[in-house]
């Protein structure tokens, strides 16, 4: 990992598996991190530059190449599995975000306002907190689902975060604040199918309740 701003890391999927294969995290990190995956190097500098300027509280952004092309829910596993125990909060957005002025100082007070919360989906335009595209996730809650990783490692590049809400949902731990704003810049991603093979994971995870945790198929079909 390099690094000129200690609050901007930038690595990528190779460094990040040879650091996991080593068993060897980044050092240095506060009680907040915010995974950021990216392809484009000068999209992703602007979009990192912006979140802690508008921040309005202390963290430190891992910006995560995908140089292996194992998409996104790939390299946020890694990263998550590499953070060490005094990271209480995981933010995961995107390169195409464009955060709202203090977005993160928000959503940490709206966790701290309900501390049975452990997923806040931030307002991304679309969602309007029904879906965390983009989410901030306590470590505690997190920890019991997926064995130290943020999403399931069934999926690729869709129905991650969707999975993680509709468990969230499920257990009544599902925080929004509407000025908690990262708002998706992608004009043509409706126009886009989504991954045809994390579709077809989703629907068959969703059969068998994801494992176990989700009852109310109502919750599922919102997003089906």
């Given at each position: 990992m390099s690094t000129r701003d200690p609050s901007l890391i930038w690595s990528s999927g190779s460094r990040l598996a040879e650091m996991n294969a080593a068993g060897r995290g980044p050092q240095?990190?506060?009680s907040v991190v915010v995974l950021m995956p990216w392809l484009k190097h000068r999209v992703a500098q602007q979009a990192a530059k912006t979140m802690l300027a508008r921040a309005g509280a202390a963290a430190t952004i891992l910006a995560l190449q995908d140089d292996m092309g194992t998409g996104p829910?790939?390299?946020?596993?890694q990263a998550t599995r590499l953070l060490g125990p005094q990271v209480e909060f995981i933010a995961y957005v995107a390169e195409d975000?464009?955060?709202g002025r203090y977005w993160l100082r928000i959503a940490l007070a709206e966790m701290a306002r309900h501390p049975g919360a452990g997923l806040l989906a931030?307002?991304?335009g679309k969602w309007f907190g029904q879906l965390a595209g983009f989410g901030l996730v306590r470590r505690r809650w997190l920890a019991p689902l997926y064995g130290g990783l943020l999403f399931h490692p069934g999926y690729e590049r869709h129905y991650g975060a969707t999975e993680l809400t509709i468990v969230a949902l499920?257990?009544?731990a599902l925080a929004y604040h509407p000025h908690a704003v990262l708002v998706e810049v992608?004009?043509?991603k409706d126009a886009r199918p989504v991954h045809e093979?994390?579709?077809?994971c989703f629907a068959s995870r969703a059969q068998g309740g994801f494992d176990g945790r989700v009852i109310?198929?109502?919750l599922t079909k919102r997003f089906s």
């Amino acid at each position: 990992m390099s690094t000129r701003d200690p609050s901007l890391i930038w690595s990528s999927g190779s460094r990040l598996a040879e650091m996991n294969a080593a068993g060897r995290g980044p050092q240095g990190l506060g009680s907040v991190v915010v995974l950021m995956p990216w392809l484009k190097h000068r999209v992703a500098q602007q979009a990192a530059k912006t979140m802690l300027a508008r921040a309005g509280a202390a963290a430190t952004i891992l910006a995560l190449q995908d140089d292996m092309g194992t998409g996104p829910v790939t390299l946020l596993n890694q990263a998550t599995r590499l953070l060490g125990p005094q990271v209480e909060f995981i933010a995961y957005v995107a390169e195409d975000a464009f955060p709202g002025r203090y977005w993160l100082r928000i959503a940490l007070a709206e966790m701290a306002r309900h501390p049975g919360a452990g997923l806040l989906a931030f307002n991304d335009g679309k969602w309007f907190g029904q879906l965390a595209g983009f989410g901030l996730v306590r470590r505690r809650w997190l920890a019991p689902l997926y064995g130290g990783l943020l999403f399931h490692p069934g999926y690729e590049r869709h129905y991650g975060a969707t999975e993680l809400t509709i468990v969230a949902l499920q257990q009544r731990a599902l925080a929004y604040h509407p000025h908690a704003v990262l708002v998706e810049v992608d004009p043509g991603k409706d126009a886009r199918p989504v991954h045809e093979p994390d579709r077809r994971c989703f629907a068959s995870r969703a059969q068998g309740g994801f494992d176990g945790r989700v009852i109310d198929t109502e919750l599922t079909k919102r997003f089906s």
